[in-house]
């Protein structure tokens, strides 16, 4: 293979994986569940990073939080900003979510309660990075980057995916999570579903059946032939005291304590 075309494949991994990882253990993991906790510094850190990785697609973090607990609260009902039950298509499903999410940025909707506490704000920052502008200036490095490496016209068919990453990756979880797959909790009132037991596509997020059934526990893996590649990453960064699980999770790999039994947001 040509140099420049593994360039582009390596460029395109990375930003896959690490634009992933800041989605599920970042926003998802902390800012919507706080399944574990973090110093101030360090939650700037992560914030700053997840700005750099999900780039012209940076979802903001309190918003995020807010319409994810919203997916839990209300999941596959009308009140969910994104329900494969309740839209057609998936184009439908995320143009309905992008509605919900731009309304909790510009604070068009006020929720209050449980679902607008404990988040993760960082108003200067938010103010100084948001925009068209600062979206149009990664658009404008990854252009360049194909520019540069890309020598076929095929692998410019890549670039809106750089575009959008943040969406791809959403309306594959929301998608195929709450359609395809197998249960392994079925006294739970959605549709979720276990769509990769080795999710290497979105880093744990496709186990959404095991998810909705136990939203505080940090392993979304339960059976023994599941992995959630984000898992051991939570646990070497409590080790070295980065993050700090919320409780100690002593638990073996596919046990599940008591204190995971309660469903909450
Ligand atoms: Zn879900
Ligand atoms: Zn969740």
Redesign the pocket.
């Given at each position: 293979m040509r140099k420049s075309t593994r360039r582009i494949g390596l460029f395109f991994l990375l930003h896959w994986y690490f634009s992933g990882f800041m989605q599920t253990f970042f926003l998802?993991r902390y800012a919507?569940?706080r399944i574990f906790t973090m110093s101030k510094f360090w939650e700037r850190m992560f914030y700053l990073l997840t700005f750099l990785t999900q780039g012209s697609s940076f979802l903001n973090p309190r918003a995020y939080a807010i319409m994810?607990r919203m997916?839990?609260a209300h999941s596959d009902t009308e009140k969910d900003p994104h329900s494969p039950v309740q839209h057609g298509n998936v184009f439908k499903m995320m143009w309905h979510t992008y509605k919900v999410y731009s309304d909790i940025v510009n604070r068009r909707t006020n929720l209050g309660g449980e679902f607008d506490t404990n988040l993760p704000e960082w108003k200067e920052f938010d103010r100084a990075v948001s925009g068209i502008p600062m979206r149009l200036v990664f658009v404008g490095f990854y252009t360049l980057f194909y520019l540069r490496f890309a020598r076929s016209p095929w692998q410019f068919l890549l670039l809106p995916v750089h575009i959008v990453m943040g969406p791809v990756h959403g309306a594959i979880v929301n998608w195929f999570g709450h359609r395809v797959g197998y249960r392994n909790s079925d006294d739970i009132h959605d549709n979720s579903r276990n769509t990769l037991p080795f999710d290497f596509l979105t880093q744990g997020e496709l186990f959404q059946n095991n998810?909705h059934r136990y939203?505080g526990r940090p392993n979304l893996a339960i059976k023994w032939f599941e992995f959630d590649p984000t898992y051991p990453w939570i646990l070497f960064l409590d080790r070295i005291g980065i993050i700090k699980l919320r409780e100690k999770a002593k638990e073996k790999r596919h046990e599940i304590p008591q204190k995971y039994e309660a469903i909450s947001i």
């Open positions: 998802h919507s569940h994810h997916h839990h998810h939203p």
